[in-house]
Nanobody, 125 residues
Framework: QVILVESGGGLVQAGGSLRLSCAASGRTFSLYVMAWFRQAPGKEREFVAG????????YYADSVKGRFTISRDNAKNTGYLQMSSLKPEDTAVYYC??????????????????WGQGTQVTVSS
């Protein structure tokens, strides 16, 4: 198993930037496909971005393309989500997720076995 802990959330004005981190412990992080999801109050948890094991391929929800960048540093057992040009609609709890049995990135929550506790991102107008 792997334990995931998100950090880096906070309050930011629209147009600003935040960088989220996902620190992994336990099994070697390089064996896991990793993704970020977010969930706003009253809404379903939705896929934001995903990255393959070696970081060679990345995938993004249409709503964040061109604004968010997912990356990982397997030597540090850490994944990242760089968020720029933030909008109020980006406000949500952001979750890191991982799955060792995948080669591809999946956009559904059922595709991931391990989840972090979430970190709040609030974007003010």
């Amino acid at each position: 198993q792997v334990i995931l802990v998100e950090s880096g959330g906070g309050l930011v004005q629209a147009g600003g930037s935040l960088r989220l981190s996902c620190a992994a412990s336990g099994r070697t992080f390089s064996l896991y496909v990793m993704a970020w999801f977010r969930q706003a109050p009253g809404k379903e948890r939705e896929f934001v971005a995903g990255i393959t094991r070696g970081g060679s391929s990345t995938y993004y929800a249409d709503s964040v393309k061109g604004r968010f960048t997912i990356s990982r540093d397997n030597a540090k057992n850490t994944g990242y989500l760089q968020m720029s040009s933030l909008k109020p609609e980006d406000t949500a709890v952001y979750y890191c997720a991982a799955e060792k049995d995948h080669v591809n990135v999946y956009s559904g929550v059922s595709g991931y076995d391990y989840w972090g506790q979430g970190t709040q991102v609030t974007v003010s107008s």
